[in-house]
């Protein structure tokens, strides 16, 4: 019987040389030695005529000042009592007790333990599990059946009298109707996503997979820049090439029940080619298509992680490590283990036989202090290792990326703050045999890794793999609703491209060059119409009694912008772009704007639903549900005596 154990993984002799090799080698990296080892030749990620992004030193003093390595912290220190093994010869999955593990804790024969699982059932919504079955006795070696895709484990004492361990498992069962596929290669697509991580935050904090991503078939997107504020619209762009706002008007508002249902997103016409399709997280109440929102009330995907994730908070201990919000733990498993361990079973049971796409999101150790990534560090770099070492990236185009960098915390109050919060990372690998088929297609992504890019390029690369897939004619068509300038990143880019292009407006545009405003005077006067702005648009909304009008209490910086890169620079009506930085009395809230205004008459423009809230506000809007409107309102009820 030749089995592969899924959860935990059994790790050969020369992972753990290397693993041990590369941890010496972090613990030993000194601030001096990590400047050597991150050195950049070049001045900027962007250099063209219409767009000069500029490169940021990850170790530059300002920050080593405020930066703190974290140590991984394990979810328990216990053995598995109870192992899922993959039979490869029957096609199913087995639970092995570990004998040796139950005599350590009962000092017993291998009689003394009695061990139970609880069938997860799916639920009719597509958002939430539905129950779970009767208690089921399981002896060694015990066969699932195909229909348990979920299941909470408990072992006892003989006696039933004791809890010795409890664990929970998802299982990726076969699919129950098969399509034809044909002969002609697909490739894979598989999205493993970590929210809030900077291209420069992940050179800081996980120097060993920076490394590990400058592997041959590669290629780092050094010119992605996000279109939007936070998690939803960008990742909504990614995979539907529409911004929520259009959607409003030409499909359904995405904040209305049953909406999501409705959006043609990417995976729908992935599934119709013939490709398995699966999406996870690992956070119910960050969820990206649930946080304020009403999710899916179909299951969106062939393989949806969300119901069975609603089971184990619900019926896992949960806990939080030190300074979190979210839930870092479900039992005696990291959140992010079971979303690694879904994505492994998934690509392990299909990514050899048949096309596949899925998207791996993990918020819980990466959203709530953007230092803690360092913690991380060996656990993703071994996720990676691990899908090497499964042969995974010989199929699979691999998208390594994050939604957006930091938005609060100490990085907000650098120098480079507006580059870490717009300049996500985004890694791409293309396995040997695309590379070899499709030579044109890597040379383009190769010349793009230097030019300006954004999520809808992204999308229309998706929809590039759809069309290969298809053996459609190749075409440089534009395929996203909101970009029509977008293209695929396997054709070149523009050498010259300006950020309108790309669809990404000056809010979140990194190519220009902004210096530093010294007019106290001016630059109070301007974060002070800004204020009054946003307490009108809350007038506006009808939100007066519910949140606190707000006063100025501090200007921490102002810029003006002095380049005229794309010609929009007006210098007949006086209005120039601005970025205010500035603190209300309020709760102490702390607000980023980017305005057009003129100094001598004072005439201001500003879109107030861009306007960023760049510290943590917990609570403060807690009486409103609107996404966007919570930014902005600091409720009467929780106004705190500063």
């Not at 050597?36 to 992004?53: A, F, L, T």
Request: aromatic letters at 14%; hydrophobic letters at 35%.
């Amino acid at each position: 019987m030749m089995r592969f154990i899924y959860t935990p993984v059994k790790r050969c002799l020369w992972c753990f040389l290397i693993f041990f090799l590369l941890i010496m080698w972090n613990n030993i990296n000194t601030r001096g030695n990590e400047q050597k080892i991150v050195k950049e030749k070049e001045r900027y990620y962007v250099n063209s005529g219409r767009c000069q992004m500029p490169y940021v030193n990850p170790f530059n003093d300002e920050v080593m000042k405020v930066y703190k390595r974290f140590q991984f912290i394990p979810c328990t220190n216990e053995s598995d009592m109870v192992t899922l093994l993959y039979d490869e010869f029957m096609k199913k999955y087995v639970l092995h007790t570990n004998e040796e593990v139950v005599h350590q804790m009962i000092e017993l024969n291998e009689n003394a333990v009695a061990c139970f699982y609880q069938k997860i059932v799916y639920g009719k919504h597509a958002d939430v599990y539905d129950s779970l079955g009767n208690k089921t006795r399981f002896n060694q070696d015990y066969i699932v059946s195909y229909d348990v895709e979920g299941m909470l484990v408990e072992c006892r004492t003989a006696d039933e009298t004791k809890v010795l361990q409890k664990d929970a498992f998802v299982l990726v069962q076969p699919p129950k109707k098969v399509k034809k596929i044909g002969s002609h290669r697909k490739p894979s697509i598989i999205m493993y996503g970590i929210d809030t991580v900077s291209r420069t935050n992940l050179r800081r904090t996980m120097p060993m997979i920076f490394e590990f991503l400058k592997s041959p078939g590669w290629y780092e997107m050094k010119g992605y820049n996000k279109v939007a504020d936070n998690s939803f619209p960008n990742i909504f762009a990614m995979l539907t090439g529409f911004s929520p706002e259009t959607a409003k008007t030409q499909i359904c508002d995405t904040d209305l029940p049953k909406c999501l249902d409705n959006v043609p997103f990417i995976w729908k016409e992935l599934k119709r080619a013939g490709y398995l399709t699966a999406y996870a997280e690992d956070e119910t109440g960050a969820n990206t298509f649930t946080y304020s929102k009403h999710g899916f009330s179909k299951k969106p995907v062939d393989y949806y992680f969300r119901p069975f994730l609603t089971a184990l908070e619900n019926n896992t201990l949960t806990t939080r490590c030190p300074g979190c919000q979210m839930k870092y733990c479900l039992g005696r498993r990291l959140a992010n283990s079971y979303i690694f361990d879904y994505c492994r079973q998934f690509m392990q049971r299909f990514v050899a036989s048949r096309p596949i796409w899925g998207m791996f999101w993990s918020n819980h150790f990466s959203h709530d202090d953007t230092f803690m990534l360092s913690g991380m560090e060996h656990k993703i770099l071994t996720d990676l290792l691990n899908f090497e070492r499964d042969g995974a990236f010989e199929h699979t185009i691999m998208i390594f990326f994050s939604d957006h960098g930091a938005r609060f915390g100490p990085l907000m109050q650098m120098k480079e703050a507006f580059l870490e919060e717009r300049q996500p990372m985004m890694f791409i690998y293309l396995p040997p045999w695309f590379r070899s088929k499709y030579p044109q297609y890597a040379l383009s992504l190769a010349q793009n890794q230097n030019r300006l890019s954004s999520n809808f390029d992204m999308y229309n690369t998706l929809k590039h793999i759809l069309r290969i897939a298809k053996m459609q004619k190749d075409s440089k068509v534009s395929w996203s609703y909101d970009c029509p300038k977008c293209q695929s990143l396997f054709y070149p880019l523009p050498v010259n491209r300006s950020c309108s292009e790309a669809a990404i407006k000056e809010e979140y545009c990194t190519c220009h060059r902004y210096e530093e405003v010294r007019d106290n005077t001016s630059n109070w006067r301007m974060a002070e119409m800004v204020v009054t702005r946003i307490n009108q648009y809350l007038w506006q909304n009808h939100l007066q009694n519910l949140c606190a009008n707000l006063t100025l209490r501090f200007v921490n910086a102002t810029e003006v912008r002095v380049d005229n890169l794309d010609g929009n620079l007006n210098t007949k009506t006086g209005l120039r772009h601005y970025h205010s930085k500035f603190q209300v009395h309020q709760n102490l809230g702390e607000f980023f704007a980017t305005i057009l205004y003129n100094k001598d008459n004072e005439e201001l423009k500003v879109n107030v639903e861009l306007i960023s809230r760049i510290n943590m506000y917990g609570n403060d809007s807690v009486c409103v549900k609107n996404k966007i409107q919570k930014l902005y309102c600091i409720c009467l009820t929780e106004l705190k005596n500063i």
